[in-house]
Structures are given as structure tokens and as C-alpha cells.
């Protein structure tokens, strides 16, 4: 926070207090689905999930297949509802990903089961019914009868019946007109689902119902009401806090303007504060001349119109204010500063501004005062559709399959690297770059290897140092090396001819060199394999720094195979592999299978090698490679 120029606290702690409160209104034996569409709110789906199963909630609702999809890669158990109606081309990766979809219409319905059907499984979902709404959901007039034939679907198993309110927070009678045509169709259904819900979180408080047994809360959980009436009923603590520091404080004599088109005059001399947030950052244009943020606990206005970057605020009544400052600018426990009441003073919507605000701030998770956790700048908080563009998942998952022989690691695999991609991209991602690996072939003299190449290899590349030791390994046939792509202490791999013994003579390091240190090995013969443990002291103190790597090899290669393979399986920035024929082989072509941004990378053609070279700065997704055809 120190550096940030804005930032988002999100209190889970008050997270967990509001939960409480909430659950105060439940009868025993109800269940709660903790709503966290569009990112909770603006507060992290995936930490407010995770907190919330922690208290209890037993299931989760999201807006979307995305939504639900990144929850998932997030490692979320519990069973998601997707509230909206889904697309039909989306139904695969629901099922996929184990998430419950609701059903708004017959024909989607059968689309699911035509789906399920094929695939001879059986799934749940969620009919939606629009008592009132007016939105999303069958006709109520229509639902007995619609109802009827969704349930004649044999791979669909309605699990649960919903409706949604539409004014629950401040039109009694309108939601009990909703509450009573919902009943009404429930009663004449001749089953009932395991679980029927219509309440949000405001109707948990004012609108008790005897028969559902499920509520979706949202809103209140995040601690901002969504009707004044309600603050004597509740206590609610706003969860999320955006706060910013002064950049700048400055003058302004009587007559003089602030901000675009002159919206405000000082009508005497005052002094004003530039702070580093506008619209841009979700901090609503129409507080301009409006708003109000905290400083040193004092609440100060809004002067002028919201930029796209920058606000001002009226100082004058500060004295001992300074540049860095720290400014509050919603969710504080002063009233003011509640996003209901912030909105509020332009008619706004605090659901609104809570999924805005902050987009381009740290959040940070506080737990009991302290900080437990943070997410990125520039979050990207939806998994968009080219995270499962159908094109780089066929290519990833087939170059493993292919190298590893086993959909089922092949799959592991993938979803472990979309993890790190999207999941977990404030984590460090150990990669490569300056990619150099030389392939050289060369004659055989002995009579015994007459039909095979000499090969030598050179690998370099740089990497922060894991460990103060890393492995090479080689095996003679895929299914033994399979476990070595998994290990991440394993820098080089190769894969023997199954004619060889496994023996040093057939397979050996050259040299083997961290930032020019000769590094020592022990080789392990065993269990199919020759594992060679590469390690030095001198190591220990480089650990956590990038460092050049240089392994070479000497092996052979059967001339009869005709192809030899070479892979990139972490990710990696700059590829330059070279083959080396040395006069050996007639024609070579390669044949590079790369995914990344640029999925052809440079081929040049020499006399007697062949090269393939992607730019410097550019990614090379991992399990890419290139096969030389000879
Ligand atoms: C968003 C949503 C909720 C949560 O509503 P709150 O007013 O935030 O509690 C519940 N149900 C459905 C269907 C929703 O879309």
C-alpha cells in the first residue's frame, strides 16, 4: 500500500460479521448461496468464496460460465449456480466444469439434455420462474406445464425451483404478491425439488418465507444496505474500502476554476487536493461537484468534475496536510463515505459503484487488522472466452498427450498451466528466457554404433535458480521419463534409444555450468532411468537469482528414425534451436509446433544445419517443440 497510488481493502473480517448478522434471520436448516456474480461484488470472488464456505455457505452463484469456470481453476469445491440463462455453445464447459446451469426456457433445456444425453451422464439444474421480475425465467403462468416437460428429460434432474424479487428492499407488498405466486406453483408440482428459493439478501430481513429452503445472499453480506429502513434491523460493516493519497495541494483565488468546463468557481480563496483516482478507476463521474472523501477524518468535497484520472477536493479546512496523505474515498464506517449513501447523492447505484470502483488498485485482503493477501493491478477478473480458444487447447494438450502417452497427465497438465496463467498471476512464474539449444549430429567410428549418429547437445538458457541442485534425466522409453516432466527440479531431459544400455557411455553430461561454475554430478542408474543430480556449493547463495544455465550432453540417435523432436516445456521467452547435420543428412525440414501469440516462428535453412528462432521478448507456451524431419 505504501507504493500504491490507489488501493481496495477488502475486510473479511466484517465480511464474516454481516454473514453472521444475516444468518441471525434464517431458520435453522436453511442454506445459504453466497452470490459472488462480477467478481463478489468488485471484492474478489475467489477470496470471498473461499471465506465464505469457511463460514458455511454451502453454495456458490455467479453470472456466468466464466465466472464459474475461474472459481473452479481456483480449486472452489462447493456446487456454483449460474444465475443468468446461459448460451447454448457454453453448455460443454458447464458440464465440464461442474456447474449447475438454471434453465430459463424449454429449449435450452433440451438443448442440456440432448447434451447430457450424448455423454450419458445426468446433471442438476435450477428452474428459473419470473413471478414478477420481469426479467429472466419461464412465464409463472406457463411453469406447471413447462415445468412438467423439463422433468420428462431424463438426463436433467431439477434440483432446485427459483424466482428472483424485484423490489424486496422497499415494496412489501409487491414481494408478497411475487412470494405468493411462487408458492402457488410450487404446491401444485407433484414433486418437490430438493431446494426452492426466492429470497435475495435484502428479503432475507423483511420478507420471511415458511418453504424456501435456500437464500441467495448478495448485497447486504458486503456490508452496504440496500434501503435506508433496514439499518435498524441489521448491522451491517461495509466490507470494501477504496483509499487513494493526495498528489498534489494547491491554491485557488476567488473567481478561479477547477476541472473541465469549469463546473466549479471558487467563490473565495481555497485550497484543494489533487488525488490520483477519476473515473477511469471506477470513481463515478457523477459525483462531480458531489462527492465527498475522507482525509485525516475530516470529510472533504468534491470540487469540480471527475477526470478521467484525477479528482479535487476542497482542503481549506485542513491545516496540516501534506503530499501522500492517505484519502478514503467509499466504504469507510463514516456514513458518508458508505457506498449506498455515495450513490445515493446522484441516484446512483451502490451495486454499481462497488463492481467499479478500484480497477485499477490492489486489493488487499485484511483479516483481524492484519493484511493476508493481495491480487494485481489490472486485475483481469473474468476468464474471457480465448482462455479456452479450442485451437490452444488442442495444440497444448496434444503436444502432452503425444509426449507423455496419458490424456489423463496431458489434462493435469494443461489446467495447471491455465492456473498459472490466470489464476494465480500475481504469483511468480518461473520461466526461461534466451532459449539456446544446439543439436549437433556427427559420425560414428565404432562398427557397433554404425547405424547411429553421435550426438551432441548443448542447452543454455536463463532462470531464477530453484534449488542449489537440479537434475538431468534419461530414460529408454516415454512412459519412464513421463515422471521427470513433472518434476520441476528436472532441467533436461532425453529420451534414449531402447537398444542402448543404460549406461554412461550411451548417454553422459559433457559439462554442465551455472554462470560459468563446473558443476559437480552424481549419476543414479536405476529403475530404467540414468538420473544425474547436478550440484554445488558455491550454488546456495545463488538461489532466487536468475542464472545461466549450460547443459551439454553426448548420446546417439538411430538414423533410422528419421525425425528427432526437441521440446520447450516451461514457459519460455526466446527460442533459438539449431540442428546440426553436418553434411550426415540429405534434406531436413522442421516442423515447429509452437503455441503463444506467433505460432511460426523463424526458419532458416544452411548449408548443413537448420535453425528455428522465435523473437527475443516473445512467450513460447510451454509443451511447444519443433521436429526435424530427415
Ligand atoms: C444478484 C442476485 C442475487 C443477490 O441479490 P442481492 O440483492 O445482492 O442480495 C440473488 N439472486 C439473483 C438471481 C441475483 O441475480
Not at 448460451?87 to 456447474?99: A, Q, T, V
Not at 493491478?377 to 490452444?392: A, G, M, N, P
Not at 528466457?433 to 550426438?455: G, P, R
Not at 532462470?463 to 515422471?483: G, I, M, R, S, T
Amino acid at each position: 500500500m505504501q507504493n500504491d497510488r490507489s488501493w481496495t481493502e477488502i475486510n473479511l473480517t466484517n465480511f464474516e460479521h454481516n454473514l453472521k448478522e444475516l444468518r441471525n434471520f434464517l431458520s435453522p436448516g436453511i442454506e445459504i448461496m453466497q452470490i459472488v456474480k462480477a467478481d463478489a461484488y468488485g471484492h474478489g470472488a475467489f477470496q470471498i468464496a473461499e471465506r465464505a464456505v469457511k463460514c458455511g455457505v454451502t453454495f456458490l452463484g455467479v453470472a456466468n460460465v466464466d465466472e464459474g469456470m475461474l472459481l473452479r481453476y481456483q480449486g472452489i469445491e462447493i456446487p456454483i449456480l449460474i444465475l443468468s440463462p446461459s448460451l447454448e455453445n457454453e453448455i460443454e464447459r458447464i458440464i465440464g466444469s461442474g456447474l449447475t446451469p438454471s434453465v430459463s426456457t424449454v429449449d435450452f433445456a433440451e438443448k442440456l439434455g440432448n447434451y447430457t444425453k450424448s455423454k450419458d451422464i445426468r446433471i442438476k439444474i435450477h428452474i428459473n420462474i419470473d413471478t414478477g421480475m420481469g426479467r429472466s425465467g419461464i412465464y409463472a403462468k406457463e411453469a406447471i406445464e413447462i415445468i412438467k416437460k423439463i422433468r420428462n428429460l431424463e438426463n436433467l434432474e431439477i434440483e432446485g425451483i427459483f424466482s428472483h424479487y424485484s423490489a424486496s428492499e422497499n415494496d412489501q407488498k409487491y414481494t408478497q404478491d411475487q412470494l405468493k405466486k411462487f408458492k402457488q406453483i410450487l404446491s401444485q408440482l407433484d414433486f418437490s425439488p430438493e431446494y426452492t428459493h426466492i429470497s435475495n439478501s435484502s428479503a432475507v430481513i423483511t420478507s420471511k418465507d415458511d418453504f424456501s429452503n435456500l437464500v441467495r445472499i448478495g448485497l447486504l453480506s458486503y456490508g452496504v444496505y440496500s434501503d435506508k429502513s433496514l439499518e435498524e434491523k441489521v448491522n451491517l460493516k461495509p466490507v470494501m474500502t477504496f483509499k487513494s493519497r493526495i498528489s498534489q495541494i494547491k491554491i485557488a483565488d476567488k473567481g478561479e476554476s477547477i476541472g473541465y468546463n469549469r463546473t466549479y468557481i471558487a467563490s473565495k480563496k481555497i485550497k484543494y487536493a489533487i488525488l490520483p483516482v477519476g473515473y477511469a478507476d471506477g470513481y463515478d463521474f457523477m459525483l462531480s461537484n458531489k462527492g465527498k472523501v475522507l482525509i485525516k477524518e475530516k470529510i472533504c468535497n468534491i470540487v469540480g468534475k471527475v477526470s478521467m484520472d484525477m479528482i479535487a477536493v476542497d482542503v481549506s479546512n485542513l491545516n496540516k496536510i501534506d503530499v501522500n496523505d492517505k484519502v478514503i474515498l467509499l466504504g469507510d464506517e463514516n456514513s458518508n463515505l458508505r457506498a449506498e449513501n455515495l450513490t445515493g447523492l446522484f441516484n446512483g447505484s451502490s451495486y454499481e459503484i462497488l463492481c467499479q470502483v478500484g480497477r485499477r488498485a490492489k486489493r488487499y485482503y485484511k483479516d483481524n487488522g492484519k493484511i493476508i493477501d493481495s491480487s494485481p493491478l489490472l486485475r483481469r477478473d473474468f476468464v474471457s472466452t480465448d482462455y479456452s480458444d479450442e485451437k490452444l487447447n488442442f495444440i497444448i494438450e496434444t503436444a502432452i498427450e503425444q509426449r507423455l502417452q496419458s490424456k489423463e497427465i496431458a489434462n493435469l497438465i494443461y489446467s495447471d498451466v491455465l492456473k498459472r496463467f490466470f489464476a494465480e498471476r500475481d504469483k511468480e512464474i518461473c520461466y526461461r528466457n534466451n532459449f539456446v539449444h544446439t543439436i549437433e549430429f556427427k559420425e560414428t567410428k565404432s562398427a557397433f554404433l554404425k547405424d547411429y549418429f553421435l550426438v551432441n547437445t548443448t542447452l543454455t538458457f536463463n532462470k531464477k535458480l530453484q534449488n542449489d541442485y537440479f537434475y538431468v534425466a534419461c530414460a529408454k522409453n516415454e512412459n519412464l521419463l513421463e515422471k521427470y516432466f513433472l518434476r520441476k527440479d528436472v532441467e533436461y531431459r532425453w529420451l534414449l534409444d531402447n537398444n542402448f544400455d543404460l549406461e554412461t557411455e550411451f548417454f553422459d553430461i559433457t559439462s554442465v555450468k551455472i554462470n560459468e561454475i563446473e558443476l559437480y554430478n552424481d549419476i543414479k542408474i536405476s529403475g530404467g532411468c540414468i538420473e544425474i543430480r547436478c550440484y554445488h556449493q558455491k550454488l546456495k547463495e545463488l538461489v532466487g537469482k536468475e542464472v545461466n544455465f549450460s547443459i551439454s550432453t553426448r548420446t546417439y540417435y538411430p538414423q533410422s528414425s528419421h525425425q528427432l523432436s526437441v521440446y520447450i516445456i516451461e514457459m519460455t521467452q526466446g527460442v533459438n534451436i539449431e540442428f546440426i547435420f553436418n553434411k550426415l543428412l540429405q534434406k531436413v525440414e522442421a516442423v515447429p509446433i509452437f503455441s503463444g501469440r506467433n505460432k511460426f516462428p523463424q526458419i532458416e535453412n544452411k548449408k548443413d544445419s537448420i535453425s528455428i528462432s522465435s523473437q527475443k521478448d516473445e512467450w513460447i507456451f510451454p509443451n511447444s517443440g519443433v521436429v526435424f524431419v530427415y
